[in-house]
């Protein structure tokens, strides 16, 4: 049975560190996506700091567009479609986008305008995409390359017990 614990870090590599092994007990046994999306997101609300928005939109293959999945926060944008906002940017090309002023970024999707910085993480499963990973901080520059390698090892996680 999982039991969460408090992270104890001197750095992100510690504190993403924790994630992950946090993550990797959450998630043992269980191969459901809702729940395992559900958990993760959950997690990294309780633990990340400064956020004010966490969690999934899925790819929909037969829409070409990403779908509000699983989140902690307030009401959230329903249909991304691909190449729009960060999310949908992050999905066309398929790789994390770390965004220090959202403001500056072209073609925005302000579901918060309280958000400020922004941080997205593909998840990927034999090169097909399921979705991504979006968190969101009321900060400007809240987010750096640490947290995309971070959120990129939790996504790892995730693949490892979730069936999609």
């Known amino acids: 049975m999982f039991t969460e614990s408090a992270i104890e870090a001197n750095n992100k590599q510690q504190f993403y560190g924790q994630i992950a092994e946090q993550l990797d007990h959450l998630l043992a046994g269980e191969a459901n996506a809702i729940a395992n999306l559900s958990n993760m997101s959950s997690l990294l609300n309780l633990h990340l700091k400064d956020i004010n928005w966490v969690g999934f939109y899925l790819w929909s293959e037969g829409d070409g567009e990403l779908i509000l999945g699983p989140f902690q926060g307030k009401p959230a944008c329903i249909r ?85």
């Open 80 to 164: 991304i479609p691909s190449g729009k906002g960060v999310c949908g940017a992050a999905a066309a090309k398929r790789e994390p986008m770390v965004v220090e002023d959202v403001f500056s970024f072209p073609g925005h999707i302000a579901c918060d305008p309280a958000s400020r910085s922004e941080v997205v993480v593909p998840i990927l499963v034999d090169g097909k995409l399921i979705g991504v990973l979006d968190i969101d901080s009321p900060t400007a520059a809240r987010f750096d390359e640490h947290d995309a390698k971070g959120l990129e090892r939790a996504i790892g996680i995730l693949c490892k017990h979730t069936q999609f």
